[in-house]
């Protein structure tokens, strides 16, 4: 029988990616849709890798199971970081990508060229029913365009252009996005920690 993942997200597009990610992997990969009991995570921490650790965590204590949390987000230089790991709550709580996207556009308004630079961070933790195992960074940089294009991806990607294609991640697609982003660049390392844990614990 297959080894479960449990990846602790209830961010559906999220978690596509993740399972495109970690093809090849011999693991049954679940999420919190199957665990509708689980624990609430309480994301209090103040960077991505402590929020990634404290998914991980709280979900493995329940499942007993080997879980990956992650936690990302967008960092925009002019905005001193922001909305980083406030992302998915950017335009407030329970509002649409597209309220936080056109909330940063709004916010981006007096900025030019250069000055709109930012970059996409990914943090993954992973851990078992005994505890913390370990955390991966990824990141890719771009800047924020002036309007929306494309119509793949999720969360900011349709106005994230990566500077080499002059396209954001929303017009380049998965094929693309998989070999630059900041999850595909965590989750590589991550690829490597599952591989040993799988040998480990067979
Ligand atoms: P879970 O906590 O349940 O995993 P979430 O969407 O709340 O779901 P995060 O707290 O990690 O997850 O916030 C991630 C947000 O960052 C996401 O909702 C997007 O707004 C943004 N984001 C992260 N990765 C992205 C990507 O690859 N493309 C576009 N936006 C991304």
Redesign the pocket.
């Known amino acids: 029988m297959r080894k479960e993942l449990v990846?602790?997200?209830?961010?559906a597009?999220?978690?596509t990616?993740i399972r495109q990610l970690l093809k090849g992997l011999n693991f049954k990969i679940t999420s919190?849709a199957d665990y509708p009991d689980a624990p609430r995570?309480i994301?209090n921490g103040e960077t991505?890798k402590e929020?990634?650790v404290k998914?991980a965590l709280t979900i493995s204590r329940y499942t007993h199971k080997l879980t990956l949390?992650?936690?990302?987000?967008?960092c925009v230089d002019a905005l001193g970081g922001k909305?980083g790991?406030?992302?998915?709550?950017?335009a407030g709580k329970h509002k649409s990508?597209l309220q936080?996207n056109r909330k940063l556009l709004a916010m981006l308004s007096p900025f030019k060229g250069l000055q709109r630079k930012a970059g996409?961070?990914?943090a993954v933790a992973l851990a078992d029913g005994k505890g913390f195992l370990k955390v991966f960074e990824g990141r890719?940089s771009g800047y924020i365009g002036h309007k929306f294009k494309g119509r793949y991806?999720?969360?900011?990607?349709p106005l994230?252009i990566i500077p080499r294609y002059q396209k954001t991640?929303a017009q380049l697609g998965p094929s693309v996005?998989h070999r630059i982003?900041?999850?595909f660049r965590a989750l590589k390392k991550a690829r490597h920690a599952l591989v040993t844990y799988l040998r480990k614990n067979p």
């Open positions: 990846v602790a997200t209830k961010n597009k999220k978690l990616e919190l995570i994301e991505f929020n990634a998914k949390g992650e936690d990302s987000g967008l909305p790991i406030y992302s998915s709550r950017f990508d936080n996409y961070v990914c890719c991806g999720f969360g900011y990607d994230f991640f996005k982003s900041h999850r």
